[in-house]
Each structure stands twice: as C-alpha cells, then as structure tokens.
C-alpha cells in the first residue's frame, strides 16, 4: 500500500520569504509520480508541481521547486518569495502506473499542511 | 471551456434518505474518480471508473454507490447505510496514458446530514 505524510500540519512565513514543506511517502514502486496540489480557501483543487520518479532533475514552476530525494522518499515544495494568495492547503500526493505501464489519475494523498502568508 | 462541473455546490439530507451528487466532464477523459475530503484526513478515494460501464471500489466504498453510463458523467450515490456522510466531495477526471497524467478537479459539493 501507498501512504503518503505530511508531518506539518500548519505553517506560516511572511511575505516574501520562503518557506519549506515537508512529505514522505512509502511505496514499494520503482516508477511513479507525485504531485503538490493546493487548495485555496475556494476549496478548488489546483496542481502545483509534478516530478516524475524517473528523473533525477527537481521539478521548478516559477516560485515552487522540488526538492526530490528518491532513496530516502521524500518530497519537499520550495516556496520562494511567498505571496498572499499562497495561504492555502497544500497536499501532497503520490501516483503509480497501472500494471499495464499506463498512468491512471488515481492519486494517493497526504493530510496536508495548511499555508499562512502574512503581511 | 473544458472542465469538470459538480452540482449541487450545497446540499442537505435528511436522516435514511439516498442522495446523489453529479459530476460531469467535457474533457473528453476516460477516467473519473469520487474523493472525500474530511478535516484533517485529506482526500480518500471512495470509487473510480477507468471505461464506460466499469468501476472500481476505492478505500472508504462503503455506505457509496456509482455508475458510468457515459464517459461524461460520473454521478455518486450517498446511500443511507453511510454512516458519516457530512463531508467534502470532489470529482475529477484524468486520461490514461504512458505518462505525464495529471488529475483535474471539480470545485466539490458539500453534503451535510440534517
């Protein structure tokens, strides 16, 4: 079974600073996916950042980067210089191939760390 | 615009009624999935649906039932044999390919037992 942590349940930084969150995950896969969701106050979910398994490069999108440990199954989102709209829940999740080779959105999810961004 | 629409966006149900939550896509995906969202829990994954006229059980199936009579549409049933059923519920849908699948969400419905 896959199980994914998220060991920080709340956070908050200033605007303009950075801040770190935390994941684990256990998984006996060798191929996989995962994923940073948020979830803002409009609840809508909303991807973040992917970073496949397979590569050794950390994902970036522009303020967010990965920080991707593969050995020690840790995945953690960078947030650089922190925005109010960022104050949301962040999710942190985690996806396996079908055992056909495809991928199937069935995503495994942590309990999430609820983001504050203060003026 | 393509998307994922669930209505209603709040809804009330009484004690021992079924209800049903509607979750329909245009963006043309083969895959639909049920997550439930409760405080602190996270998302659990109730049923999924990778073709039209299959589905399959998630973790918290329980008390839950669904069909996938179209691709489009992907309706969940809140039977009364859910014991806990106030929560968040959110659809979304995904294409099934060899990689770089992402899952999109709909904006959810909140169900409250009244």
């Known amino acids: 079974a896959q199980t994914v942590t998220q060991s920080q349940p709340e956070m908050s930084v200033q605007e303009a600073e950075t801040v770190t969150l935390s994941c684990t995950y256990d998984?006996?896969?060798?191929?996989?996916?995962l994923f940073w969701y948020k979830q803002p106050p409009s609840r809508q979910m909303i991807l973040v950042i992917r970073q496949e398994a397979y590569k050794q490069q950390n994902a970036t999108e522009n303020r967010f980067s990965v920080n991707f440990q593969k050995a020690a199954k840790s995945f953690s989102l960078k947030i650089s210089d922190s925005q109010l709209g960022d104050t949301a829940m962040y999710f942190c999740a985690f996806m396996k191939p079908t055992d056909r080779g495809s991928t199937l959105g069935r995503l495994y999810f942590g309990r999430g760390t609820q983001l504050t961004v203060w003026p | 615009d393509g998307g994922i629409t669930q209505s209603p966006k709040y809804l009330f149900r009484k004690e021992g009624q079924n209800v049903t939550l509607s979750c329909e896509q245009n963006l043309n995906h083969d895959a639909m999935y049920w997550y439930r969202q409760d405080p602190g829990q996270g998302l659990r994954l109730i049923y999924y649906s990778q073709i039209v006229n299959d589905f399959q059980k998630g973790d918290i199936a329980e008390g839950y039932s669904v069909s996938r009579e179209k691709k489009e549409s992907f309706p969940l049933t809140v039977t009364s044999a859910q014991k806990n059923p106030t929560a968040f519920y959110l659809c979304a849908s995904s294409r099934i390919v060899t990689e770089n699948t992402e899952a999109f969400f709909g904006q959810g419905t909140r169900l409250t037992v009244v």
């Open positions: 998984t006996s896969e060798n191929n996989y996916y």
